[in-house]
Nanobody
Framework: QVQLVDTGGGLVQAGGSLRLSCSAS????????MRWYRQSPGSQRELVAA???????SYGDSVKGRFTISKVDGQNTVYLQMNSLSPEDTAVYYC?????????????????WGQGTQVTVSS
């Protein structure tokens, strides 16, 4: 039905940058919002950034001014540009989306998650 694939993680030195990508595929009718969450060992999953269908954005306090979320509508893709990375940003990053999709002749709404991509920032 619907699948989210998030990519772009890796190992980077403190002060460096990475760009994460998340692509949604399937019988998608619309996506009302896409988000990035992150989770480090022993911590709860936290919201990093969100973007709605009308391009309204919001950010967690710890990433404001450093991270930028953007999307490409026709491709159902969202990006997270991460600059000035610090070791505290080390986590698994997950894409999340609110999707309306078609199955048969009916439409359904559900929330989906990507598989996660590891970001490691060395000091």
């Amino acid at each position: 039905q619907v699948q989210l694939v998030d990519t772009g993680g890796g190992l980077v030195q403190a002060g460096g940058s990475l760009r994460l990508s998340c692509s949604a595929s399937g019988t998608i009718l619309s996506i009302s919002a896409m988000r990035w969450y992150r989770q480090s060992p022993g911590s709860q999953r936290e919201l990093v950034a969100a973007i709605t269908s009308d391009d309204s954005t919001s950010y967690g306090d710890s990433v404001k001014g450093r991270f930028t979320i953007s999307k490409v509508d026709g491709q159902n893709t969202v990006y997270l540009q991460m600059n000035s990375l610090s070791p505290e940003d080390t986590a698994v990053y997950y894409c999340n989306a609110d999707v309306t999709y078609l199955r048969g002749r009916n439409s359904y709404a559900n929330q989906y998650w990507g598989q996660g991509t590891q970001v490691t920032v060395s000091s």
